[in-house]
């Protein structure tokens, strides 16, 4: 993991998918056993010895910088006047020179999610599984059918599946893996001719050369779209 220290958590949202919470609080300050989601995630990375993590930040923005101030210098804070979406947010924080090594491989991730924690953390797992020889990206995967709350379509296939590296060979009916949100990726693959884009659209290509590689997580994952699915979640025991 020394190549990997380096994160960017996604937090530039509109925060239109929780209304009318979202109207006063941006989702990443929604708190699950009186912490905030975002704050899980970032002493997450800081417990794996993270020592730069790039936040990109719109919607109530000023909440979430109040929020995660303690955390400098660690935590660095990118504004988007203009929303980018995932991809463009990360060749934003690319262009402002807000990683010491841009060259190396970035963990990403959604400030939005949430697990329970089984064995190791998916992050630590990402970064164990994560092998530059050959990968460029590296995404994190559940079952859809174990991803607790979802109600989607799912997101891919996979050649196998197993404890180790997959690779994803659809996205056509009938997926039965939901992306979680974290991934790990060579900032080369990065297009800068796009200036607001998603990172789906890079997973795609990759998914067109064969190259897109997966894991299958084995913690407990929550998908919260609603009051609802976080009334739930504070209802368990952790």
């Known amino acids: 993991m020394t190549e990997l220290n380096e994160a960017m958590v996604f937090a530039a949202g509109f925060g239109r998918r929780m209304l009318p919470i979202t109207e006063k609080i941006p989702k990443p300050l929604i708190k699950i056993k009186n912490k905030s989601l975002i704050c899980h995630i970032i002493e997450e990375l800081i417990g794996l010895n993270f020592t730069n993590i790039v936040i990109n930040v719109h919607h109530l923005h000023e909440k979430i910088i109040e929020e995660i101030k303690h955390f400098k210098p660690i935590v660095k804070v990118l504004y ?7 991809g463009g947010g ?4 690319l262009q402002n ?6 060259k190396n491989p ?4 959604n400030s939005d999610v949430f697990w329970r924690k089984k064995t190791i953390s998916p992050i630590e ?21 174990d991803f607790i709350g979802y109600i ?26 939901v992306f979680t949100g974290i ?3 060579k900032p080369k693959l990065i297009n800068t001719e796009q200036e607001v884009f998603s990172m789906r659209e890079v997973f795609f290509k990759q998914l067109e050369k064969g190259t897109l590689y997966g894991i299958e997580d084995k913690n407990e994952w929550f998908h919260i779209s609603n009051f609802s699915d976080l009334k739930k979640i504070n209802e368990l025991e952790f």
């Open 152 to 177: 989607g379509d799912g997101d891919f296939n996979v050649e196998k599946k197993g404890s180790d590296s997959m690779k994803i060979i659809s996205n056509e009916k009938k997926k039965k893996f």
């Open 125 to 145: 797992n990402i970064c164990r599984k994560w092998n530059g020889h050959f990968m460029d990206i590296l995404i994190s995967l559940k079952p859809k059918k």
């Open 97 to 102: 020179d807000c990683f010491l090594k841009p």
């Open 80 to 86: 988007e006047e203009k929303i980018l979406d995932t």
């Open 90 to 93: 990360f060749l934003n924080a």
């Open 183 to 185: 991934q790990i990726i």
């Open 106 to 109: 970035k963990l990403l991730l």
